[in-house]
């Protein structure tokens, strides 16, 4: 079964400065992997989706990488702001179905 | 384009009551989920379903649980009677088709058990 794994589970860092959220899977065999913000109180907001075939994505100051035979992927946060607070949530999915979840990083970004 | 809505966003019911939640996905998505997250945990998948038809419920409750999507486009899942392990927040979530193609996410119900 899919396990997927988050490190760390929370991360306080001071506005401007870049980080590195990480993501671990157990299974290779991914369809791709898809990396989430929640705020507190509400639903998933998607950030960026990386296919099994590719090795990255970005959006603005994101950046996502995915190496699939060693099962991890990274999310790249560059010059974070108080507004980047939130919980990241890194799934992949697996055959036609559904999205294995990690547990989060919860992050704040110090003003 | 309208995103996924979600009703009510908060239920509060004593144990043994029963519940209902509504998702209505964004306009021309075959593939709907339901998604428990409870507190501290990420997602899991209850229920899916490709137009009305269930694609995979193994992990759906079903002595308490059930869900349908009569008309293949809003979907229901009721919980009856409920426990106090479900207070939760419910997620709804739409795809174009199934496979690999982007979920997109309502705002999720956030029910209590008490």
């Known amino acids: 079964k899919q396990e997927v794994t988050q490190i760390p589970a929370a991360l306080s860092v001071p506005e401007g400065e870049n980080l590195v959220l990480n993501c671990s899977f157990t299974?290779?065999?991914?369809?791709?992997l898809q990396w989430f913000r929640q705020d507190p109180g509400k639903g998933l907001t998607s950030l960026l989706l990386i296919q099994s075939s590719q090795r990255e994505q970005t959006s603005g100051r994101l950046n996502a990488s995915l190496d699939k035979s060693s099962g991890r992927s990274t999310l790249y946060i560059a010059a974070s702001q108080p507004g980047d607070s939130a919980t990241y949530l890194c799934a992949v999915k697996t055959g036609a179905n559904n999205l294995f979840f990690g547990t989060g990083t919860r992050l704040t970004v110090i003003p | 384009e309208a995103g996924v809505a979600q009703s009510p966003r908060y239920k509060i019911i004593e144990k043994r009551q029963s519940v209902a939640f509504w998702c209505n996905p964004i306009s021309g998505h075959a593939t709907l989920y339901w998604y428990q997250q409870i507190l501290g945990q990420g997602p899991k998948l209850l229920i899916q379903f490709q137009n009305n038809g269930v694609v995979d419920d193994s992990q759906l409750p079903k002595d308490r649980f059930s869900a349908e999507r009569l008309k293949g486009v809003d979907s229901t899942l009721k919980i009856q009677p409920a426990k106090l392990e479900d207070s939760a927040v419910y997620l709804c979530?739409?795809?174009?088709?199934?496979?690999?193609?982007?979920?997109?996410f309502g705002p999720g119900t956030r029910l209590t058990v008490t």
């Open positions: 979530a739409s795809s174009l088709v199934s496979g690999g193609y982007e979920q997109y």
């Open positions: 299974d290779s065999a991914i369809y791709n």
